[in-house]
């Protein structure tokens, strides 16, 4: 996990590959002990003039940038300057997905009143680089696995679809934000015959994480999961295992809802949402209703924290039929985005 952490000082100003031309503009490494943030305030404007209902507290930065395998920020991260203030940031994380590929992902944020003028397309040009570089290094990712240079937008946002395309990015896959109002009726579901919910003790936590990941196994390219992302999980600063619902038969678990509530981004964006983050059955339970009462009792759940909208993400070609569980249980398509991809080379072209 990051043993080893280098500083900005370290490395010193950073050359990009093409430099656009703003003047006053100066890329460098980030310094995690003094950036985050204004790396958090960056990412809110943007995310908010985009209309994309993300942000992040500082805590939440920290704890990404400190717990994501194999990311160290000095290296594999880079901030964009214009007269001293923070106009953009590009940065790489990659993953083994299960499939028997690597995924490098690639994310670049430019403040919107720096934008058409460059800088995106010079900060995309240093994250493939550096995802080339990071395999001969051997902080990359399996060298023997094929790689890939992917990329995340939500496709409402101008521009978004041009640029990727701009730059030989194709969507391969598009995912939904669904939301539901809580003031409606919420269906009275009855767990299965022979399984009960109980709260959620730490010693139960490997056994919850390990049927999770069981779950979704079918999934697409779902990621492998490692000791490291049990860690970081488990640590999140808004985590709250007192909103899970989870359901055992026995000593089993056969499924469950991973509820969350981020009070910090709920105030910035003047949202009263909770999310149902994880909600996964067990094979050998699935098709007897229980992601619906568990759902069912999530919604409960949160309405009853004083929330007024639940949220969850889900994959529009789910194989498992999640998005017209979904449906039927009242939620309805809010935001829709695209996972772009890009085949991988290493070294430079």
């Known amino acids: ?22 003047p006053g503009l100066v890329a460098r490494a980030p310094d995690p002990a003094r950036d985050l943030p204004v790396v958090a305030e960056l990412i809110a404007v943007s995310n908010i003039h985009d209309g994309f209902e993300y942000v992040m507290s500082v805590e939440s930065l920290d704890h990404e940038w400190r717990l994501t395998p194999g990311f160290e920020p000095t290296r594999d991260a880079v901030l964009v300057e214009v007269n001293g203030r923070l106009a953009a940031l590009a940065k790489v994380t990659w993953r083994e997905r ?11 944020i430019v403040r919107p009143e720096y934008r ?22 051997g902080v990359g990712g399996p060298a023997g696995l094929p790689h890939f240079l992917g990329g995340w937008a939500e496709i409402a946002v101008p521009g978004v679809a041009e640029f990727a395309a701009h730059h030989g990015y194709a969507p391969i896959r598009y995912f939904h934000v669904m939301v539901r109002d809580l003031t409606r009726p919420i269906p009275d579901l009855a767990l299965p015959a022979g399984l009960d919910v109980r709260p959620v003790r730490d010693a139960d936590h490997r056994r919850i994480w390990e049927a999770d990941a069981e779950a979704f196994e079918d999934h697409f390219e779902v990621g492998v999961r490692t000791e490291e992302d049990f860690i970081s999980f488990f640590t999140e600063p808004d985590a709250d295992t007192s909103l899970w619902q989870v359901a055992w038969d026995g000593d089993e678990v056969a499924g469950s809802v991973m509820n969350a509530i981020h009070p910090d981004e709920n105030a910035a964006l003047g949202l009263s949402r909770g999310w149902l983050e994880h909600v996964s059955v067990r094979r050998p339970w699935r098709g007897r209703g229980l992601a619906s009462a568990l759902i069912g009792r999530s919604l ?34 809010h935001r829709t985005a695209a996972t772009f991809r890009k085949p991988f080379q290493t070294g430079r072209p």
């Open 116 to 137: 058409r003028r460059g800088i995106g397309t010079a900060l995309l040009g240093w994250a493939e680089d550096r995802a080339r570089a990071s395999v001969p290094e």
């Open 300 to 333: 409960d759940l949160l309405r009853g924290r004083g929330l007024a909208e639940a949220a969850l993400g889900v994959d529009s070609e789910n194989p498992t039929g999640a998005l017209g569980v979904y449906e039927r249980m009242g939620f309805v398509v």
């Open 1 to 22: 996990m990051n043993a080893t952490r280098g500083t900005a000082r370290d490395r010193g100003p950073i050359v990009l590959a093409v430099t656009p031309p703003v």
């Open 98 to 108: 299960r499939v028997g590929i690597v995924v490098h992902q690639l994310h670049v």
